[in-house]
């Protein structure tokens, strides 16, 4: 099954701002930006020639409309059913390309910011919780609801179980309940909830700061702490000390501790 044909509507808007940030915002309003197959297929593209492009050093995710994304297009899913194997191949494909790219997030050296308002529910709530940081609107709302049409959030699940406490996890994937703002803030879902009216220029602000640093320094920390977190105890201290010698040789590394020592801002060369 292919995607839907193309309107004039962009359903993922891209902004490129000279301090390095890239604003990615979800625009497919009429489907309340649900993860479609033309909508995984951007995703993945833009998200590739930003991880290579070195004038990018920062992405926001944003979204239009009353929802930041409501999961997978269960009417795209729906109509895949009239395959011969009713519809196997194709809801495997979907679910191997919205895993990849998550992964893309995950393992993209430039960090992701998600920019939240309204709802993030199922695969939406997948894709928060795939970034690398979270800032929401205080009336955002969360959930994993397949519960509630007999399709358990089990790929949601992958990202959600590595956020929050298993408990908290476990929770939301059984009653399906929404979860507001403030409590997605207290279980580790998002970084912050802030009023609506200020929450761009949080996310934007969050998203210069990480700008300014070393690009290598942070690509370096991002990647180590990724991989670091699925280690023993002891195999992630051997790692993460290999990563600091490794980044101590670095030109950034020299650069910066000298600057701290000589007191003046350092001058990143990003090598």
Not at 64 to 80: I, M, Q, S, W
Not at 165 to 177: F, R, Y
């Amino acid at each position: 099954m292919n995607p839907e044909p193309a309107t004039d509507v962009e359903i993922l808007l891209q902004e490129q701002h000279d301090d390095g940030v890239l604003r990615l915002t979800l625009n497919d309003v009429g489907k309340r930006n649900a993860l479609s197959e033309a909508m995984l297929q951007q995703l993945t593209t833009v998200l590739a020639e930003a991880a290579i492009n070195p004038a990018i050093r920062v992405i926001v995710l944003a979204a239009n409309g009353p929802a930041f994304c409501a999961g997978h297009d269960l009417k795209e899913l729906t109509a895949g059913r009239k395959a011969e194997d009713g519809g196997r191949d194709y809801f495997a494909m979907i679910m191997d390309t919205c895993a990849n790219m998550m992964q893309s997030i995950v393992n993209n050296p430039k960090p992701v910011i998600a920019e939240v308002t309204g709802i993030a529910t199922a695969a939406g709530c997948q894709l928060v919780a795939s970034c690398d940081l979270a800032v929401a609107a205080d009336t955002a709302k969360f959930s994993t609801p397949g519960v509630h049409i007999g399709l358990f959030c089990s790929t949601p699940m992958v990202a959600l179980s590595r956020n929050v406490s298993k408990k908290h996890a476990m929770e939301m994937l059984l009653s399906g309940d929404m979860v507001s703002a403030a409590r997605a803030a207290q279980i580790g879902l998002i970084n912050h909830a802030v009023d609506e009216a200020e929450l761009s220029d949080t996310s934007m602000a969050l998203a210069r700061k990480i700008a300014s640093k070393s690009s290598l320094t942070v690509a370096t920390g991002k990647q180590a702490f990724y991989q670091q977190s699925e280690m023993s105890l002891a195999e992630a201290y051997r790692y993460a000390s290999k990563v600091m010698v490794d980044n101590m040789l670095a030109q950034d590394a020299e650069e910066g501790i000298g600057a701290f020592i000589e007191k003046r801002d350092p001058v990143w060369s990003d090598k």
